[in-house]
Each structure stands twice: as structure tokens, then as C-alpha cells.
């Protein structure tokens, strides 16, 4: 079906169109970017419609400190629930680098100049709120986020040439999504860990989701196991509080009641139980400036800021178990040697029997020399030679042929047996058949013993 529009209707259209998609960005009112500073571990902040800079000096004290320059910075660009929460820093040379989720927009605050400008040139936004983003080898990446009624995992970054966002195609597939503030990137291994996000298709309960590690050196996802919740006070729902600090996670646990530390590195939780264990309580963020971890605290007292040494915290932690159950995933290069290990054995082993065929049919067909055995042995071998292959005689017949004269029972089975022995051992010696005498019992009687010869050994004779 095809819509045609008279052209005031058009305009009309366009209007209502333009209301509707416009509402989904900020109102041209005060909006901020703020951001921790290194050098006192507090606040800095750019009015985005003034321009003002501010600085905080104490928690919630703060000072002007002169105006920016703003350059292409445009408020109707922001999302409309636009906070300061949202966006992502990242400390460069001469200034910070900001990142703004469900969009593609990025700013350089450039401290020397004292100008705020947007450096991207993209359009397509919206596929991305609630990403992680981290920084490295002057390279800025951004990772999974949801949007448009999805969610992923994708890794992009914004390639400084073209100031647009470009895909990073992994070599396997990852999780569908990544769960909001539960990821971060460790320089040193240069991977990325998160635990999986929603998925419509499955159960979103904490204790079955699972983590997973991205090799950014290789570009490859690996599912290091599903997580183990059982230390926490609800199971089955993930805490709002969690914060990745860069080689673990602050789990804070039933509204700040426990404190845990998440290594999925060395896939381990340790539970905080120092005399600071509630100097967390009521922190509005918390993160790290090298070997030291930051609680800005907000409260009808007034705010405050609190540090504590990471290895005050390591010291004060105990172990309590493992974050993930070790998924049973065997490494296809380890599979591979597996495979290979076990069709070596089975060639040596075919070798083998192959040689072992080879000598019996050697043995089987070279000429006959019984020359060794005595007559009446050689009777009993000329007998079935007669007879013919698969014949039966009885033991009767079989003391006639070895020709046992005697009149007692257990004399003649020894005799029997004696000689019997030396005919299997002559065929199993020279021709590596092991039981060239079959014995057999009757189907009617079990007391009535028959005895052949050995199909192989009838081949011999």
C-alpha cells in the first residue's frame, strides 16, 4: 500500500513526527559533565548551557573557576533523562575524554585551551544505553549497552580518523547482553569480564547467569562459569550496588549491610569484615586512584569523602569461596592433542596386532616338522588329519590313540593330561596357537568329555 500526503498534511505530519522523536532528548535546560579529579579525588563540573566551570574543593563545597569555551555542544543532542551518572571519563593527556551511552557523541575537555568540544561526526544513536566504555593505547571502546528493544555485546571504537564508532568483530559469540555495572576492563591481561545481561528467552535470576572473560589480544569470549550467589542475602537478584575497581568487584549486598570482594581473575570471593566494613554505608560512588579505593558519601549531615588502602581491604577480607562455578569446557587446542595422543596409541596398537597377524599366517604356512614329536602323538594328529576338520572322539577313543594301557583311572589321566599338554605346547612353541586341543563337553551328559582339533591347527597338520 502506498500513502500519499497533500502537502499541508505532509507538514502536519512532520510537525507531530518531529514533537514525538524530539521528546526522547533533553530540554534545553541546565544539564551538567561531572567527573572525579585525580589530584583531590573530588568533583569537577562543566555547565553545559553557561559554560561554568566548577570545582569542588571539599565534599559539597565548591567554587567557579571561570567559564569554557564550548564548541558544536548542543543540549537538544543529550538524551532526555541526561544525568551526570551517565556518562564516561577518561583522563587523557591535557584533559578528559567523555563518552555519552545511547549515543555516539564524544567531548574533549581540553584543560589547556579551556574549551569543551564534541570531536564525533555520528548520527546513529540509541543502540547503546547502559554500555561500559574503557580507554586504551589512546584508543576509546565502548561495549554492549541495549536499545531499540535489544540488547548485545558488541565491542566498537571510535576510530579518531573518520570521528566515527567502528565494530570489532570477536572470533566466537559472547553472552547476548551484559548486565548494568557488572563489567570492566584489566589492563594487565588486557580482557574485559562481565556477567551476562537480560535475556527475554531465558531465566534472568543472579544464580543463573554466568560470567564471561573477552581476550581483547585474541578477540576471543570464553564463559568462565556460572555465578555463585549462594553468599548473598537474595540469590536470585543482583544488588544495584557494584563497582569494578580494576582487577575486582565491590559488591555491596543488602543495601550496603556486607561488603564482598568479586575476582573473577582468580575466580574468588572474599567478604570485607574490618573495623571499616560500614564506612561504605551510604557511598554514591565509589572507585580507585591506583592502590587506594574512594567512598564519596552523601548524607543529611553533609557529604564526605573516605579512602582506604586496597591492602587494608585485602588484609581485613576473608575467603569464602569461588565467584563462578568453573564451566566444564575443555580448550579445543587441548581437544585437538587429546584426539591426537589417542590415535597414536591406536596406531601403535594396530601396529601391533598387524604383526601379530603377520607371524601367525607366517607360522600357519610354512611346512610342517613334527619330527620331534613321539609316535603316538603324532597318531592322535594323523587321526584328525583323517577324520577331517570339526570331528569329536571321546575319551575312550582318545586313550586308544595315545595308546594308555592301563587299568587305573587316575593313571590314565594323568597320561592323558600329560600328553595332551605336549602336543598344545608343540603348536603353541611353533605356530603360536595356544590350544590346538579343543575339549568339549556333551550337551546331553556335562560328565562326557569330547576332544578336537583346533580349526588353525588342523591347517597346520
Request: hydrophobic content about 35%.
Amino acid at each position: 500500500m502506498i500513502f500519499r500526503f497533500k502537502p499541508f498534511s505532509l507538514i502536519i505530519f512532520l510537525l507531530i513526527y518531529s514533537a514525538v522523536f524530539s521528546n526522547g532528548f533533553a530540554e534545553e535546560n541546565s544539564k551538567s559533565l561531572r567527573w572525579i579529579d585525580n589530584s583531590n579525588h573530588l568533583h569537577r563540573e562543566i555547565d553545559l548551557k553557561s559554560g561554568i566551570y566548577r570545582i569542588e574543593q571539599r565534599p559539597s563545597i565548591w567554587k567557579n573557576a571561570g567559564n569554557i569555551k564550548m564548541i558544536n555542544v548542543d543540549m537538544l543532542s543529550f538524551p532526555k533523562d541526561f544525568e551526570n551518572k551517565n556518562i564516561h571519563y577518561h583522563a587523557i593527556k591535557d584533559g578528559i575524554l567523555f563518552k555519552i551511552p545511547g549515543t555516539g557523541m564524544v567531548y574533549i575537555f581540553d584543560k589547556t585551551k579551556s574549551e569543551l568540544k564534541r570531536i564525533d561526526n555520528t548520527y546513529f544513536r540509541g543502540f547503546n544505553f547502559h554500555s561500559f566504555s574503557f580507554y586504551k593505547n589512546d584508543t576509546l571502546f565502548s561495549i554492549g549497552g541495549e536499545g531499540f528493544w535489544s540488547t548485545n555485546s558488541t565491542l566498537i571504537y571510535f576510530d579518531k580518523n573518520n570521528l566515527e564508532w567502528d565494530k570489532v568483530p570477536s572470533k566466537n559469540k559472547g553472552p547476548n547482553s551484559i548486565e548494568w555495572d557488572f563489567g570492566g576492563y584489566e589492563s594487565k591481561r588486557n580482557t574485559f569480564y562481565a556477567l551476562e545481561g537480560r535475556d527475554e528467552f531465558k531465566s534472568n535470576d543472579f544464580d543463573q547467569k554466568s560470567i564471561f572473560s573477552l581476550d581483547l589480544s585474541t578477540m576471543t569470549w570464553k564463559e568462565l562459569g556460572r555465578m555463585k550467589t549462594s553468599y548473598f542475602s537474595n540469590p536470585t537478584q543482583i544488588s544495584i550496588f557494584k563497582y569494578w575497581l580494576g582487577d575486582f568487584f565491590l559488591y555491596l549486598d543488602g543495601f550496603h549491610t556486607s561488603v564482598f570482594l568479586l575476582d573473577p581473575i582468580h575466580n574468588k570471593v572474599l567478604k570485607f569484615e574490618g573495623k571499616y566494613a560500614q564506612s561504605n554505608n551510604g557511598s554514591k560512588e565509589v572507585f580507585r586512584d591506583k592502590d587506594y579505593i574512594y567512598f564519596y558519601k552523601e548524607s543529611s549531615n553533609g557529604n564526605s569523602l573516605d579512602s582506604m588502602h586496597v591492602k587494608t581491604f585485602l588484609k581485613d577480607a576473608v575467603e569464602i569461596g569461588p565467584m563462578y562455578h568453573q564451566a566444564n569446557v575443555i580448550p579445543w587446542n587441548y581437544t585437538i592433542y587429546v584426539i591426537a595422543v589417542i590415535l597414536c596409541l591406536l596406531s601403535v596398537i594396530l601396529f601391533i596386532q598387524k604383526k601379530k597377524f603377520q607371524k601367525l599366517i607366517k607360522n600357519l604356512d610354512k611346512p610342517a616338522d613334527f619330527s620331534e614329536l613321539p609316535p603316538h602323538l603324532l597318531h592322535v594328529l594323523k587321526y584328525f588329519k583323517e577324520k577331517g576338520k570339526g570331528v569329536l572322539i571321546s575319551t575312550n577313543e582318545m586313550n586308544d590313540l595315545l595308546q594308555i594301557k592301563t587299568n587305573s583311572f587316575e593313571s590314565m589321566r594323568q597320561q592323558r593330561a600329560k600328553d595332551l599338554k605336549a602336543l598344545n605346547d608343540f603348536f603353541l612353541l611353533n605356530y603360536s596357537i595356544p590350544q590346538a586341543i579343543i575339549r568339549t563337553n556333551s550337551e546331553k551328559d556335562k560328565r562326557i568329555t569330547y576332544y578336537g582339533l583346533d580349526e588353525k591347527a588342523h591347517r597346520v597338520i
